[in-house]
T-cell receptor, first 112, second 114 residues
Framework: DAKTTQPNSMESNEEEPVHLPCNHS???????IHWYRQLPSQGPEYVIH???SNVNNRMASLAIAEDRKSSTLILHRATLRDAAVYYC?????????????FGDGTTLTVKP | DTAVSQTPKYLVTQMGNDKSIKCEQN?????MYWYKQDSKKFLKIMFS???????INETVPNRFSPKSPDKAHLNLHINSLELGDSAVYFC?????????????FGEGSRLTVL
């Protein structure tokens, strides 16, 4: 799997938007971009995924650069419950769903 | 109802012992996984089963033996436990859909080897 690079940590104030970046300069044409998050003492949970176009769901938005070498997870209004480690991973369309290593991730702190 | 459940949640044991962790999913998925998360928070896949057949077996010591009695269950047995086995073990499940398959994780089983 291609490698991703994320900042180790970010801080946000409650009810403000948060932009979590991810670099994946070696992404291939068949790699999907996935985001998961891990709340304290819980297992990771799926957030969103995309291939080329920007994506929105009830949890977040995913903005994908035109050259696909980077992406940004957007939380529109951060809440205290959004404090977690956010993982950006790439998954090749020919790879089994679970064969992905989660990297360092970004630890998001949300301040009241 | 818990979608992916693991037992036990905590396990403290001595070096050299044998222990098992059980996992069950009620999502109707056909693929189940075991991941290991070490103290540095890296989450790495260990095994994957699709319809009871082993499809992923990463470089894991053969002291670790997964068993899938049916597609809703995937258990992990560890022989001769070592200090380095201390970690949080996560079970996950999904449909065997490739790049778009969403993974559902259990809450983890924290294993401490003394």
């Amino acid at each position: 799997d291609a490698k991703t690079t994320q900042p180790n940590s970010m801080e946000s104030n409650e009810e403000e938007p948060v932009h979590l970046p991810c670099n994946h300069s070696t992404i291939s044409g068949t790699d999907y971009i996935h985001w998961y998050r891990q709340l304290p003492s819980q297992g990771p949970e799926y957030v969103i995924h995309g291939l080329t176009s920007n994506v929105n769901n009830r949890m977040a938005s995913l903005a994908i650069a035109e050259d696909r070498k980077s992406s940004t997870l957007i939380l529109h209004r951060a809440t205290l419950r959004d404090a977690a480690v956010y993982y950006c991973i790439l998954r090749d369309e020919n790879t089994n769903a679970g064969k992905s290593t989660f990297g360092d991730g970004t630890t998001l702190t949300v301040k009241p | 109802d818990t979608a992916v459940s693991q037992t036990p949640k905590y396990l403290v044991t001595q070096m050299g012992n044998d222990k098992s962790i059980k996992c069950e999913q009620n999502l109707g998925h056909d693929t189940m996984y075991w991941y290991k998360q070490d103290s540095k928070k890296f989450l790495k896949i260990m095994f994957s089963y699709n319809n009871k057949e082993l499809i992923i077996n990463e470089t894991v010591p053969n002291r670790f033996s997964p068993k899938s009695p049916d597609k809703a269950h995937l258990n992990l047995h560890i022989n001769s436990l070592e200090l380095g086995d201390s970690a949080v073990y996560f079970c996950a499940s999904s449909y065997y859909d490739r790049a778009t398959g969403e993974l559902f994780f259990g809450e983890g089983s924290r294993l401490t080897v003394l």
